[in-house]
């Protein structure tokens, strides 16, 4: 298995641009997890999935940000518009139980300028 | 919910010398335990977990950990250190009654001094 796939690994964007970063989990894995990550605040859970159900999006900062996971092999984190704020590692992790730990991805290095 | 501490957010150690990085978690009931490791610009990447049984888990590379449930802790050790060490680690644990929901601590800094 090819691990947990994130796109792209590097994005640089305007102030006030949508930004879309996409997440390809293992198969077979039935929960997903996006993160974020930065020098001030650490590692950040913005929100996960089961099944490809939203359980819990408490994290997300606010409604800039939405993620939608329209299949068992593929979700998406949106912000727009962005700010300089969000600039961050975002990570997606994907698990298929408790016991098995979570597979990270290798992130999505966010730069808004 | 759960809640990790990891009380040192840098740890410099002379190569060679040990290390133990420290882990507590706020919970007494029956939960899963993990130590992740993230090198720079790279994910994070399971180290070694604790599930049942033996208290003592290791990892392939010479870490390894101990769950002490009177004392809910988990801390790191590996009595000599390589300067492929220097990484961040994070502690962090699940509680399976509650769903496949992990909390992760703030993570340690360990930096391997040549």
């Known amino acids: 298995d090819a691990g947990v796939i994130q796109s792209p690994r590097h994005e640089v964007t305007e102030m006030g641009q949508e930004v879309t970063l996409r997440c390809k989990p293992i198969s077979g894995h039935n929960s997903l997890f996006w993160y974020r990550q930065t020098m001030m605040r650490g590692l950040e859970l913005l929100i996960y999935f089961n099944n490809n159900v939203p359980i819990d999006d408490s994290g997300m900062p606010e409604d800039r940000f939405s993620a939608k996971m329209p299949n068992a092999s593929f979700s998406t984190l949106k912000i727009q518009p962005s700010e300089p704020r969000d600039s961050a590692v975002y990570f997606c992790?994907?698990?298929?139980?408790?016991?098995?730990?979570?597979?990270f991805g290798s992130g999505t290095r966010l730069t808004v300028v | 919910a759960q809640s990790v501490t990891q009380l040192d957010s840098q740890v410099p150690v002379f190569e060679e010398a040990p290390v133990e990085l420290r882990c507590n978690y706020s919970?007494?009931?029956?939960?899963?335990l993990f130590w992740y490791v993230q090198y720079p610009n790279q994910g994070l990447q399971l180290l070694l977990k604790y599930l049942s049984g033996s208290t003592l888990v290791k990892s392939i590379n010479g870490f390894e950990a101990e769950f002490n449930k009177s004392q809910t802790s988990f801390h790191l050790r590996k009595p000599s250190v390589h300067i492929s060490d220097t990484a961040e680690y994070f502690c962090a644990v699940s509680d399976p009654n509650t769903g496949n929901q992990f909390y992760f601590g703030t993570g340690t800094s360990l930096t391997v001094i040549p």
């Open positions: 992790a994907s698990s298929l139980n408790p016991r098995g730990g979570y597979t």
């Open positions: 919970s007494s009931v029956s939960v899963y």
